[in-house]
């Protein structure tokens, strides 16, 4: 056995030794009636940040008037540095790191030793005043500490080289996405990427808040998986006796809703698909849907503009973010120059593909199309005329667009619940909006004529019988519901960890999902 294959098993020997010897230290603390675990709570008066804020009123004082100051903090001992009769050691918590400086002679020998037996990665609580160092960093001076929790195992934080970046010491993508408490901990990266994921769905929240709609909540478990192309996954209800599917898509009861009386909803819900996982796609994520009643495509591409506008100000500062293309240089990417391009999805097909409509007008003519210009396709997934079209959108179109675009007029037979256009029954009234060449949202004027909806389904059906999985079922309750009548509708789907993705400049969707689905460890795949 190589050096190299015995290093993971000496590794973990050690970090079973290190285990071994802070458990013991734990039993030694019982022994002695002082466990760290028996503690409910810590006051604290102040946090790391507004400690070390050079513009805190504390600093503004002379340092006689400092020192009778009573500071509180309190987290993880990060860094120990043992001087004969002074410490100094550094303590993080979510707001950053602050230095502390503690002396023998103050606490006493036992205090100080046991201080100085402490852990890194030890959760401690500090009481003392703020000074500045020689060196001029500001510090908390303790004049007592508490043991608040022992840890066990080690955090492997991470290193700071001379211009004050922080390099994280798990480098390991999938021990990163596993053990996501040890990522946060010791990447700044990862914990400012998943921060601004939550305030994009709070940005999100409040501006739909703002205009007056709703938030709902509709059912996961559905008799009926529908309102998207996707397989779902299945699950026994043991009471019922009874299969159900867990929701692929928001559409179809927030549509009741509207047919309800309810003429502005929305929902920010977790949706599930059983297919493939990659950079982009995980099986369980969050989609953001909403329904506005007498609203047509056009309102809600103004919607659009003006709620990204308002969510990326919010988050990054600025109605505008950067986006590395694959040779490492950076475009700026501007969500204010509006209104955003309108580009028919034909149109960038022969703009970008030289493929002309015309050329598309059925399966055959384009399926020679492709050949022409050595398309790869398969027939087995692209055996109609509009998936067809939407590939060579995928491989052409998508990856230039950059700055924000409304593709437009998709093929009937990809978008079963869109209305089609008047002038050309064969498109529909449906938009993607792309930034960054990632599509970032999926709207339509939907279908509110129940005897169209139900050709559409029908001939889902028909895809789904000649083996097309992921094709739309027949949804007989929704169809009744339609016959209630619903008013003409504008409704909008947007994938939040895609959009979280282009706003952090993230690499991967499990960068932005605080615990993405991986496999069971140990398991291997086929």
Known sequence: MSHQEQQPEEQQEQREDQRAQRLAKLLRLRARGKDPFRIERYERTHTAAQVTDPNASHWSLPEEQR??????????????????????????????????????????????????????????????????????????HVTEYTLLAKALRPVPFGKMDDTGHVYSALTDVETRYRHRYLDLLSNPRSREILVKRSQIVSAMRRFLDSRGFLEVETPVLQLVAGGAAARPFLTHHNALDYDFKLRISLELFLKRLIVGGMEKVYEIGRVFRNEGIDTRHNPEFTLMELYQAYANLED?????????????????????????????????????????????????????????????????????ACRRIDVPFDLSKENTLGGLIEKLHETYTQPHLIQPTFITDFPLETSPLAKKRPDNPGLTRRFEVYAATQELGNAFSEINDPLDQRERFEAQMRQRAAGDEEAHPMDEEFLMALEYGMPPTGGLGVGIDRLAIVLTGAESIRDVILFPLMRPEGARGG
């Open 67 to 140: 020192t009778a100051l009573r500071f509180s903090i309190a987290g993880r001992l990060t860094a120990h540095r043992s001087k004969g009769k002074v410490t100094f050691a550094d303590v993080r918590d979510e707001t950053g790191r602050v230095q502390i400086y503690v002396r023998r002679d103050e606490l006493g020998d036992e205090a100080f030793e046991a201080f100085n037996d402490l852990d890194l990665s030890d959760i401690i609580g500090v009481q003392g005043f703020p000074f500045t160092t020689r060196t001029g960093e500001p510090s908390i």
């Open 300 to 368: 809600i591409m103004d919607l659009v503009e003006e709620m990204y506008v308002a969510i990326c100000t919010e988050v990054n500062g600025a109605p505008r973010f950067s986006y590395r293309q694959k040779d490492g240089t950076e475009i700026l990417v501007d969500l204010a120059a509006r209104p955003w391009r309108r580009l028919s999805l034909l149109e960038g097909i022969q703009q970008y593909a030289g493929i002309p409509p015309q050329e598309l007008q059925t399966l055959e003519h384009a399926i020679a």
